[in-house]
């Protein structure tokens, strides 16, 4: 068997992603909807994720306290504190008085999904080692703006996500046993000697139905309007997805891979931080309508993207936070007398929407020699 890399607590996959599903048993049961969080059952446009990582039983398990850099590979802005203790999660109807949240709704959220890898469930000794499955999270989700989700109605439009991450894996060791300490190996991913259990590739197939013809009115013709929110780096939208639009919705199919590139005897997998540093990542919003009822075009964006060349990356990241973008470090290179940033992607003066990313190129101190 083989011992992959070290592995942070909650590997980022994506996001913000909105997701839908039906709500199944509350993280916590003795505090039930006052809990931090709750499984959801995902609809079928996301089982293909979840049948990556099968711990997850077709579920991702939300939860609402924010993360640091020390559990986590991408962190990405995120400005809600955990949910008060004392408050219900609650649905946003638009009332005044918001209805408590229920096993059994059916609802939209927005979060960050990543792999739980920090205590892994179902777990089994392989001699005195102690493995177990990895699980789905969306960690932290906007818990102020859960949103009933239902059939479109006649002249409405059917609208729903498609995510497709890689590489996606299955069992890590224990981060706490005292054998896996002993041994090297707590946290670290797990992989058979077959390679089994670990994905190089995610397809997404997802199906987006026909909302029911507005009545009284001439129809027109089916229609889609497709937003792209992620496309990983070295990808064209044509290499990764392919669309078909029948008489009854909208068929979209998206493929990620990575490369196999990391040695770990006696197998080679792809790098588990691919998602966090822009590699095998698609996610696109659909929109389905009839174009006589077409609703309206999502708004243009609306943030300038600072320029933030020549700054330290610690004042430049506080920049793009402040502007509403995510910001990582893309790429690194040596031989400055301090760290700098020295390109940016996008570029300052740009337009991005809330939530975009922007990579840095970090110009990094050369080492000197040690003592």
């Known amino acids: 068997m083989a011992v992959g890399p070290e592995l942070t607590k909650l590997p980022y996959l994506a996001g913000p992603v909105t997701v839908t599903g039906t709500v199944g048993d509350w993280n916590d049961k003795d505090h039930g909807v006052y809990g931090d969080g709750f499984a959801l059952l995902v ?22 306290y924010p993360l640091g850099a020390d559990v986590t590979n991408f962190v990405g802005t995120w400005n809600l504190p955990q949910k008060p203790a004392d408050q219900p999660f609650t649905v946003n109807d638009g009332s005044a008085n918001p209805p408590v949240l229920q096993k059994g709704d059916h609802i939209a959220l927005q979060g960050f999904l990543r792999i739980e890898t920090g205590h892994p469930q179902g777990e089994t000794l392989r001699g005195l080692l102690l493995i177990g499955e990895v699980f789905l999270e969306l960690h932290p989700f906007d818990w102020t703006n859960i949103r009933y989700v239902g059939p479109a109605a006649p002249g409405q439009a059917t609208t729903g996500t498609v995510i497709a991450v890689a590489p996606l894996f299955e069992m890590a060791y ?71 639009l029948a008489t009854d919705g909208l068929h979209v199919t998206a493929t990620v891979s990575v490369p196999a590139s990391e040695s770990y005897p006696p197998v080679v997998i792809g790098d588990v931080n691919s998602p966090a540093d822009g590699f095998g990542i698609f996610v696109a919003e659909y929109t389905v309508f009839w174009t006589g009822s077409e609703p309206p075009p999502p708004p243009p964006p609306r943030i300038t993207v600072p320029d933030v060349i020549g700054l330290v990356p610690g004042v430049a990241g506080t920049e793009l936070t402040s502007a509403g973008l995510i910001w990582w470090v893309s790429q690194t290179e040596t031989g400055g007398e301090r760290a700098t940033v020295i390109a940016q992607s996008p570029p300052g003066g740009s337009l991005a929407s809330p939530g975009d990313r922007v990579g840095i190129t970090v110009l990094q101190p050369r080492q000197g020699p040690q003592p």
């Open 43 to 64: 609809d079928n446009n996301f089982l293909t994720l979840t049948w990556m990582v099968p711990g997850s039983g077709n579920c991702f398990h939300c939860e609402t």
């Open 174 to 244: 224990d981060s706490l046993q005292a054998a896996n300490k002993a041994a090297g190996v707590a946290g670290h991913l797990f992989v058979p000697d077959d390679g089994s259990a670990f994905h190089n590739s995610n397809t997404a197939a997802a199906f987006f139905p026909a909302p029911p013809k507005p009545e009284g009115v001439d129809a027109g013709q089916l229609a889609y309007r497709e937003n792209v929110l992620s496309l990983g780096r070295g990808y064209t939208l044509e290499q990764v997805r392919t669309l078909q």
